[in-house]
Nanobody
């Protein structure tokens, strides 16, 4: 059973930075495309960023240029570096894994495994 565990969330002032980590257990990270999603209070879950097994990256327009997704297959860990944070980035952030993907996806239903989420709060 694959398990994803996020860490690194917290409270930060607007303009600050955080780095989220997602540790993968029970499977080899190299088999998965990985994504980050978020759900803000009162809003639907939305795509944030994805990285394929070949390390091609994709970003939502709202975070492009501020967030960077990366992966370390040797450590079975995916990261989301978040810079220039804004109040509207406040959300629960979820890590997700797409096993043997057909192509890079921004759609949550395409992902097979999910973490429990980590809270990010940006104060203005």
């Amino acid at each position: 059973q694959v398990q994803l565990v996020e860490s690194g969330g917290g409270l930060v002032q607007a303009g600050g930075s955080l780095r989220l980590s997602c540790a993968v257990a029970g499977g080899a990270l190299s088999s998965y495309d990985m994504g980050w999603f978020r759900r803000a209070p009162g809003k639907e879950r939305e795509f944030v960023a994805a990285i394929t097994r070949r390390e091609t990256t994709y970003y939502a327009d709202s975070v492009n240029g501020r967030f960077t997704i990366s992966r370390d297959n040797a450590k079975n860990t995916v990261y989301l570096q978040m810079n220039s944070l804004k109040a509207e980035d406040t959300a629960i952030y979820f890590c997700a894994a797409d096993y043997l993907p057909i192509g890079a996806s921004r759609a949550a239903p395409d992902y097979d495994y999910w973490g429990q989420g980590t809270q990010v709060t940006v104060s203005s």
